[in-house]
Nanobody, 121 residues
């Protein structure tokens, strides 16, 4: 089994900052990509940021220059530092991992339960 648990969400005023954390546990043997997605009420889930195992990062245009994705391999945790938050950043944020699991011949996508981020104006 593979489990991803997000934390760090909350209520913040526009211009403020939050850092989200996602702790991974279970039988992951090789991570291809880790990332963050978000879903606002009535909208589809959208990419926020991804981090490929080689170190490359990718960000949605709407968060470039404000958000930073990083990973601590020793703690098996991925982070999303969110600065200069805007009301339009309000959403449930989900951690994602595309990885090989022990005993599997192909990679799978794993998702956390999500953490709420609310930015007030």
């Amino acid at each position: 089994q593979v489990q991803l648990v997000e934390s760090g969400g909350g209520l913040v005023q526009a211009g403020g900052s939050l850092r989200l954390s996602c702790a991974a546990s279970g039988s992951i043997v090789r991570i291809i990509v880790m990332g963050w997605y978000r879903q606002a009420p009535g909208k589809q889930r959208a990419l926020v940021a991804t981090l490929i195992s080689g170190g490359s990062t990718n960000y949605a245009d709407s968060v470039k220059g404000r958000f930073t994705i990083s990973r601590d391999n020793a703690k098996n945790t991925v982070y999303l530092q969110m600065n200069s938050l805007k009301p339009e950043d309000t959403a449930v944020y989900y951690c994602n991992s595309r990885a090989y699991e022990s005993g599997s011949a192909y990679p799978n996508d794993y998702w956390g339960q999500g953490t709420q981020v609310t930015v007030s104006s």
